[in-house]
């Protein structure tokens, strides 16, 4: 199916960059909690992270299909999920870190989706009209997730002392993930400097309340800043990454030009 | 246009047809109830255009919601009609329709309540009124549900478990 969301436009290769790394970190957080469907602890957390992957993944169609519009190349979205090589993704670490333990995962999925949250509200109200309507349809869908993960560190932190354990774990093991996503490099800035988009810098302060907020709720402790992988926008990735690529695209690769 | 098919059908009478069109997931309720038919206009080539608002980004039934108002336009006599996914108006909760609300609850899936317009996204999930017994004494159970737009609720007095069209 076509979507036409986005009118047909003049190309411009910062907004082309930017679509292109929204996108990349929605499919692999998407790809990566597709991982859990049949392994999840109970059939409703099972249902749940299927749908939250549902959502992104849609997300990440109308993205490539922006940025597709966008860069002149006129390739679809099908050709940025399945014909790019690891090196070409820009998505941000942390929405690439395997999966661990239920607890890793539902700590991954609050520091993406407080910032998620955050940044398509942002975006909601920004000048091109196409992105500001992604932005307001995103924003509740993430914002669903973000529930989801507020709902479930509350409980496992408030839970046993092995579920508050973990829990922590989780957090401690995604913490230095989570400075990419504000990072901002010539493209992020000349955009937001330009007005055309947020600058995710400036999200990090109510980002940090939020992520504080939910995190002593669950009795737990907000990690202590320490070191932070970075390369992701630039298309350096974590050794788990190639795998997850390399499957996402086996269909595509084993029969070339297939349909069904 | 080939031989022996109808005259094709003004675009007025149109949108009354796909405004008629079941919910893939929830045939009780038409796309006209849904509210993700947004406009039913002559394109610029004087071919009709559908604007469709997706419920969710990744809603699976879109592509067959899609199909179908195709193959509707194309037995009104449009063969060349267009289908256009649109993000604006971004579709809502509130785009339902009185007459679906009443489906819904006919069909045991308690409706939306309104949704919060200004400030931060807030998810109301508290004092859904529960269909089989109307007490408010309902609980959260499973924020997701038998489809993408549902999630499921406990009611306290009566202890039946039952879908929620989420409000959002």
């Known amino acids: 199916m076509t979507t036409d969301a986005a009118p047909s436009r003049t190309a411009d290769a910062r907004l082309a960059a930017l679509t292109l790394r929204l996108g990349d970190d929605a499919l692999v957080l998407g790809q990566r909690l597709c991982q859990w469907i049949t392994r999840a602890p109970t059939i409703e957390e099972d249902l749940a992270l299927s749908n939250i992957a549902l959502d992104l993944i849609g997300q990440a169609r109308m993205l490539y299909t922006f940025t597709g519009r966008l860069d002149a190349t006129g390739r679809d979205e099908d050709d940025f999920a399945f014909a790019r090589g690891d090196r070409e993704f820009t998505n941000a670490l942390l929405t690439e870190l395997p999966n661990g333990d239920f607890g890793a995962t539902i700590a991954r999925q609050l520091a993406y989706s407080h910032y998620a949250v955050l940044y398509y509200q942002a975006l909601g109200g920004c000048a091109d009209p196409d992105l500001a309507a992604f932005g307001q349809r995103a924003a509740k869908e993430v914002a669903f997730h973000r529930l989801y993960a507020d709902t479930w560190t509350e409980r496992l932190g408030l839970g046993t002392a092995e579920s508050a354990r973990r829990m922590q774990r989780g957090l401690n093991d995604v913490w230095p993930y989570t400075a990419e996503l504000f990072d901002e490099d010539d493209v992020a800035r000349d955009l937001a400097a330009a007005g055309v988009a947020p600058a995710a810098a400036a999200l990090r302060p109510a980002w940090e309340r939020a992520m504080t907020e939910s995190v002593t709720r669950a009795g737990l402790r907000v990690p202590a800043p320490g070191w932070h992988g970075r390369g992701g926008r630039a298309g350096l990735h974590t050794e788990d990454f190639a795998s997850l690529i390399a499957e996402l695209q086996s269909v595509r690769r084993q029969f070339p030009g297939g349909t069904w | ?168």
């Open chain 2, 1 to 168: 246009m080939s031989a022996g098919t109808r005259p094709a059908r003004p675009v007025r009478e149109i949108r009354a047809l796909v405004e008629a069109l079941p919910d893939p997931e929830l045939p009780t309720i038409t796309l006209g109830d849904l509210g993700v038919i947004v406009a039913v206009a002559e394109g610029p080539d004087g071919v009709p255009e559908v604007a469709v608002t997706p419920t969710y980004l990744g809603c699976p039934a879109l592509s067959s919601i899609v199909a179908s108002i195709e193959d509707t336009l194309a037995a009104a006599g449009h063969p060349d009609g267009r289908v256009r996914q649109v993000l604006s108006p971004p579709w809502t909760s509130d785009r339902i329709t009185p007459a679906g609300r009443a489906k819904l609850a006919a069909q045991g899936i308690a409706p939306p309540g309104p949704v919060r317009r200004e400030g931060p996204v807030v998810i109301p999930l508290a004092a859904v009124p529960c269909p089989y017994c109307g007490s408010r004494a309902t609980r959260p159970h499973s924020p997701f549900g038998p489809s993408r737009c549902q999630s499921v609720l406990r009611c306290t007095a009566c202890h039946e478990l039952f879908p929620h069209l989420t409000a959002l």
